[in-house]
């Protein structure tokens, strides 16, 4: 009991650190990404295991192997007018059978795991007109930015021009056993790898008097988390999964720097002090994952699956997956699936403006619900894996140029994907 309570304080507290909340919303975002197979699933796979991917949300799904693994996935990915193509995932599995006579533990496995877990690939252009200025708020805040500005109420017309780059990336290293072929447990650490970028460009006129905020902003860091997992067979159509990924502990640095320029009698530039934020306690969201999958003979399968993820800045998200998998002829297989995903969500402002705000990057964003619809095709032969899959992934997300801004840029982005994994098995 002891020990429960001490544990109960640890990730309590871990969820009580934190920076900015802006921050920490954005880099806590994730997209189902990995093999061929788990993408064709949306991801509804924590019950099912028996895939690298699914191992993510679920380690105890690595204890369903039972021979080794390698397997790689090709990632070509087209939205906001960019296409991009990347290798979201590598893994390997060495699967360990037990040479004990009697002994209940049939296999003992490990992993080694590549994943990446986000990519930002925004470009938003948004302008409108008539709105609060970006120079009344900082007049209204008192911030001592010691430059120009023009302090009109409402101005003219104003625009935003963003660009966001850069990825959330893991590598997981773990470990699953196999019990009498009805329990499987595992154990995993994680490794968190973040960086994101952006650029923006914030215009506004006041007839022929102008504000313009360009901001450069980059966050990198690391981090490191502890996964538990469980799957239970109390029939041979039926599994249950649990998996739980506590918060990870790591740090992030945050640089900052922009050109304020003014037209008032004059074209005058200020620029701001270059800015380099380093939060050693940087922590990213508790996530657990509880699913259910329903054998249909050897015909295929289907599962339903819940994730919740928790992070004090925000609302938790809330994800809900479903996913079917047909067998046509032995070997082959064919998958859909279709998940919905809340956002981390704030009210409350998510940029500190007040006096002793010394950052320039004033634009924030917050994201609405998400939509994954897919489908894959693939084969499982002797020795070989070959599977492909397309996905459609579509997000809407509120930007503000600042916190004036009463109505936000519809940053509505939809993405699609396609996804290549081959692999051997031995």
Request: one cysteine or more; a positive charge; aromatic letters at 12%.
């Amino acid at each position: 009991m002891r020990k429960f309570r001490f544990i109960l304080v640890f990730v309590l507290c871990t969820l009580s650190l934190g920076t900015f909340a802006q921050d920490y919303i954005r880099l806590g975002e994730r997209t189902i990404m990995g093999t061929a197979r788990y993408i064709g699933m949306s991801g509804a796979m924590s019950a099912i295991g028996g895939d690298p991917s699914a191992a993510h949300d679920n380690i105890a799904g690595l204890g369903l192997y039972r021979r080794a693994e390698g397997i790689i996935s090709l990632d070509v990915t087209h939205g906001s007018s960019r296409t991009a193509i990347s290798i979201p995932h590598a893994s390997f599995v060495l699967s360990l059978p037990s040479f004990q006579p009697g002994s209940k533990v049939k296999f003992n496995n490990i992993f080694f795991s590549y994943r990446r877990l986000h990519v930002y690939n925004l470009s938003v252009l948004g302008n409108g007109a008539n709105a609060p200025s970006l120079g009344a708020l900082v007049n209204r805040e008192s911030i001592a930015w010691d430059i120009p500005f023009c302090k009109e109420r409402t101005n003219d017309a104003y625009s935003l021009d963003l660009v966001e780059s850069g990825a959330v990336n893991e590598f997981d290293f773990g470990w699953a056993m196999n019990i009498s072929d009805q329990w499987y447990v595992g154990l995993g650490v994680n490794i968190q790898s973040y960086r994101m970028s952006s650029n923006a460009t914030y215009n506004e006129t006041f007839g022929s008097m102008y504000n313009r905020n360009k901001t450069t902003l980059l966050h990198t860091g690391t981090s490191v988390s502890m996964s538990a997992g469980m799957i239970y067979r109390p029939a041979e159509w039926m599994r249950l999964g649990l998996g739980i990924e506590t918060p990870s502990l790591g740090s992030l640095s945050t640089y900052t720097t922009g050109t304020f320029t003014a037209k008032t009698d004059s074209v005058r530039n200020s620029y701001a002090k270059d800015l380099v934020m380093r939060d050693g306690n940087f922590h990213m969201p508790l996530h657990t994952s509880t699913s259910a999958a329903f054998q249909i003979g050897a015909y295929g399968m289907v599962a339903l699956q819940y994730d919740f993820y928790y992070q004090n800045s925000a609302d938790p998200i809330h994800s809900l997956r479903a996913g079917i998998e047909v067998i046509p002829v032995m070997g082959m297989y064919i998958n859909a699936g279709y998940a919905c995903e809340s956002p981390f969500k704030r009210n409350k402002k998510v940029v500190p403006m007040d006096p002793t705000f010394d950052r320039q990057d004033t634009y924030f964003t917050r994201p609405n619900i998400t939509h994954y619809g897919s489908f894959a095709i693939g084969y499982r032969g002797p020795n070989v894996i070959v599977q492909a899959a397309y996905q459609y992934r579509w997000n809407r997300q509120d930007l503000y140029a600042h916190e004036n801004i009463v109505n936000p840029f519809d940053a509505q982005t939809i993405t699609h994907r396609v996804v290549l994994t081959v692999g051997w098995h031995q």
